[in-house]
């Protein structure tokens, strides 16, 4: 058998170090770039996606809720309205007292006539 020269060795060795550090280089630089990016988003006050996606899912949901308020707003307002001027007005004593109250004044104390 033939051997190698070491000098062939040698220089495999040297490549396969170079490469090692070569890796260690561009992971080094791939995290020193990352915090700079990080920290140039801070200073310019911007928020990354998943932080805007939350919030327009809330502001979404919000406005939805806000919209569906709304709406029952008005359809109690509309029950609510006053009568028109032709019919008769709601007497007080066809109004039932709150539970607990029936026959009290505020104060509890006394009778209502």
Known sequence: MVERPKLFDDLAGVAGGA???MTGLRE???SLIRS???EMIRMLDLVRREEFD???ALATKAKTEAEHLAARVTAL???AAPAPANEEAVK???VPAPEG???EDIAGDK???
Do not use: N
């Open 28 to 30: 080094e630089m791939t």
């Open 54 to 56: 939350a919030a327009m």
């Open 36 to 38: 700079r990016v990080d």
């Open 101 to 103: 109250t029936a026959g």
């Open 92 to 94: 007080l004593e066809d």
């Open 111 to 113: 009778e209502i006539p």
């Open 77 to 79: 307002e509309a029950k």
């Open 19 to 21: 490469l090692s550090a």
